[in-house]
């Protein structure tokens, strides 16, 4: 079966060519696995490069007809809105390239890499490690974090716990965004601002954090905010239940 490959590579990363060439071939016996699920994560170290490689798992035949002729892959989806995000003055690790593979004229796999963000925690600590102690600090960043994300046109559609990374230094709480592929820039309503909470999974009190802090920043009540975050959590956990 003839295979092909396309791919699209950062200007300032040329010197990476030959690496990503080969990558498609190299892949399975290369590079340390840091995440493997539905999908793969593995960091390669290339010429003094810290690289991350997520590698989309095969799409069944009717997403491979759809990626070929009708939307952009996930690989390249993420390596285009990575791009928006920093153009946008948004942390997200830095896009070096994506790769796409085809076989019989159809998309089979995709490869989104970047640079390894060095951030170690994610928001998924709040649910899971209540004991880690004063969450409040990290909260309100948080909030005012999602509310500039908004003011700036940006809407992260798979917004979960998982995919949005911090650090604490010197009493400055910085966060950084991955999994980028699924995402919509444009003006972020108040409703809309409301729901994109939803797929956190944190625990209440938590919530009505977050919801208080996000209301003052962009203007709204405080309490509408809570009522409005809170309802759409629990529309989402129950569709998960």
């Not at 830095?94 to 004229?105: H, L, Q, S, W």
């Not at 909030?143 to 995919?163: I, R």
Request: proline share 4%.
């Amino acid at each position: 079966m003839a295979h092909n490959f396309r791919y699209d590579i950062h200007p300032s990363y040329g010197f990476l060519l030959l690496f990503l060439e080969k990558l498609p071939e190299v892949y399975s016996s290369s590079g340390d696995v840091i995440y493997s699920d539905r999908n793969e994560l593995k960091r390669f170290t290339i010429k003094d490069c810290d690289l991350v490689v997520k590698s989309f798992r095969p799409p069944h035949i009717i997403n491979r007809i759809v990626y070929t002729f009708f939307r952009p892959s996930k690989a390249k989806r993420s390596y285009l809105h990575a791009v928006e995000l920093i153009k946008r003055g948004v942390e997200t690790p830095f896009p070096v390239a994506y790769i796409e593979e085809y076989r019989g004229g159809l998309l089979y796999h995709s490869y989104y890499i970047s640079f390894y963000s060095g951030f170690s925690r994610n928001m998924r600590e709040f649910w899971f490690t209540p004991e880690i102690g004063n969450r409040t600090p990290v909260l309100k960043a948080f909030a005012g974090f999602t509310a500039k994300l908004h003011e700036k046109g940006v809407l992260h559609t798979d917004y979960s716990a998982g995919n949005i990374l911090f650090e604490e230094t010197d009493g400055t709480v910085l966060f950084t965004l991955v999994d980028v592929n699924r995402m919509h820039f444009g003006k972020v309503g108040e409703e809309e601002g409301y729901r994109n909470f939803a797929r956190l999974w944190l625990p209440d009190e938590t919530y009505k954090v977050i919801a208080r802090e996000y209301a003052k920043i962009r203007n709204y009540d405080e309490e509408h905010a809570v009522e409005r975050i809170c309802y759409y959590k629990d529309k989402f956990m129950q569709k998960r239940n």
